[in-house]
Each structure stands twice: as C-alpha cells, then as structure tokens.
Nanobody
Framework: QVQLVESGGGLVQAGGSLRLSCAAS????????GGWYRQAPGKQRELVAT???????NYTDSVKERFTISRDNAKNTVYLQMNNLKPEDTAVYYC?????????????WGQGTQVTVSS
C-alpha cells in the first residue's frame, strides 16, 4: 500500500509560480511512473505531466515551457514546478503514481490540492 500526500497549492496572481509536492509513504513497492492531473470546475480531469522511472517526462501542450515535473528518489516525492501561471491553470491538481510489487502494478491518487490563479 502507498499513500500519497500532496501539498503546495494556493492562490497566486497571473505570472506567478507555485511548486506542488506529492510525497509517497515508505514502501517496498517499486516506483514505475508518476504524474499530475488537474480538474477545473465543469471540466473533465486532464493529464498535465508525467515522469517515469527513467525520468523521461511528458507534458500537455498548454503547460510546455512553463511547468516542470521532477522526482526526488531519496524523498519518494514527485514535484510540479509551475511558472508563469495563467488563470486557465486554475483547477484542483491531483498526483497519481504507479508502483509495482511482485509482478503487479498498483495505481494510487493523492487527495488533490487547489490551485487558483487570479488575473
């Protein structure tokens, strides 16, 4: 079992920055991949960024050149650095990660953290 705890959301003006953190509990599971999703009011949840075990990253087009996903293996934490934030980035952000244990893959989600960008 893996528990994910998110932090770092808040209110920021357009053009500002925030860093989200997603800390995983200590586990014997092996990290496979992690990512951040977001859901704005009235919209479907969308993928924002992913990072895999080899630290290959992928971003949705709307956040490229502004957001950076990274991982600290020692701390079992995935980060999302968000720069030059725009009002359309306002959403609840959820971290997600996949872990493997004895040949099986398990998916876990964080509780969500609100990001609000004012114009």
């Amino acid at each position: 079992q893996v528990q994910l705890v998110e932090s770092g959301g808040g209110l920021v003006q357009a053009g500002g920055s925030l860093r989200l953190s997603c800390a995983a509990s200590r586990t014997f599971f092996r990290f496979k991949a992690g990512g951040w999703y977001r859901q704005a009011p009235g919209k479907q949840r969308e993928l924002v960024a992913t990072i895999d075990r080899d630290e290959a990253t992928n971003y949705t087009d709307s956040v490229k050149e502004r957001f950076t996903i990274s991982r600290d293996n020692a701390k079992n934490t995935v980060y999302l650095q968000m720069n030059n934030l725009k009002p359309e980035d306002t959403a609840v952000y959820y971290c997600h990660s996949q872990w493997s244990f004895i040949g099986k893959t398990y998916d876990y989600w964080g509780q969500g953290t609100q990001v609000t960008v004012s114009s």
